[in-house]
């Protein structure tokens, strides 16, 4: 088989398959590239004002939640921000039942200033109404609102994307790349042919419109349309295959692909969150010192029962992002031990890409234009999947 057809084949069979899911997830991207303005002005109740204030330390607003806000249940992480703390939690076990008591919530939403809680929610569950609306949608970008299932689905899809690329891209180029003009072959001839690709033909026919649509219009964005695939790869199948393919071509270290899972997932700590973040912020003071970079604001906590470890992110002068950051610690649950150490960028090279990936992806680099961008590429994905839709059933007529 000629690779043109294949090409022509896997390109329109992929497109097919990949339709719905990408109308979700671009659908849903639009939205997401403005989460926070959009939560904040649906649930104005969850979000504060700084007014020149600091923010409490990150141990004071864990200890107010274990011993106030949520007496029945454990901390199982806490994430910071200017607007507001969200701190996720887990049922405790009662010592008289031997039961774990019931909560109707798993996430509060504090005030980062005064520890005064915001709300409470089962995160993502938008049987909740519109306090859970925006959580939902980044559940259904996420994992279509399915769980690992959906996480494997959309994981499936993001390779395909990313495969489909390459095919689209090959796809637009002319079917032959040089032709004789006077005996002898130019790459003039080429571009002239190759410009046809990158235009619309507004006074064609509307299959025409269409089809220049989908083609130019991919080709306008393909670099983002290739970076957001690949780093979709990355936020669905991190541990398999995006950690073979980065692990093959650079020097990539992630905690969740290093450290193995434990024999049964460790439901009861030896150390818990407060003595987690003491340690963490020990060991990063210490790692800020040694490798020369400077701590700018803690950003998270969390817990992994599955692996037994302790994440703790800080914002530090090695992050590219604009807000919030990933440079990062990881404690030993059991006993205190510095795991490792991972900084945002120029530590290993793939980390570095992930995290230029990540930032692009979650729109959190290069200001509110680049956000614009992102909402408008979310729009963008969904046309070139309708269009891509409307060729095929033209041609099978």
Known sequence: MKIRPFGVLVHRYSGLAMTVFLVIVGLTGSFLAFYKELDSTINPQLYVEANGRSPLEPLVLIEHAALHAAPKADVQSLWMSPEAAQISVSPRLNAQTGKLFELDFDQLIVDPYTGEELGRRQWGSITEGMINLMPFIYKLHFNLALGEWGKWILGITALIWTVDCFVGFYLTLPAKLFVAQNNTSTSASFCQRWRRSWTIKWRGSSFRINYDLHRAGGLWVWLALLVFAWSSVYMNLSDTVYQKVMQSVSDYHQPWTDIGDLPEPLTHPTIDLRQAYLLSHQAMSRAATEHGFEIEAPVA??????????????????????????????????????????LASGQYNGNTVTSWLMALHMANIFGLPYRIFVCALGLIIVMLSVTGVVIWLKKRR
């Open 301 to 342: 906590i969390w817990f992994n029962s599955a692996k037994g470890f302790y994440v703790y992110c800080v914002r530090s002068s090695t992050d590219i992002q604009d807000h919030a950051g990933q440079t990062r610690v990881v404690i030993d649950a059991s006993t205190g031990e510095q795991k490792m150490l991972l």
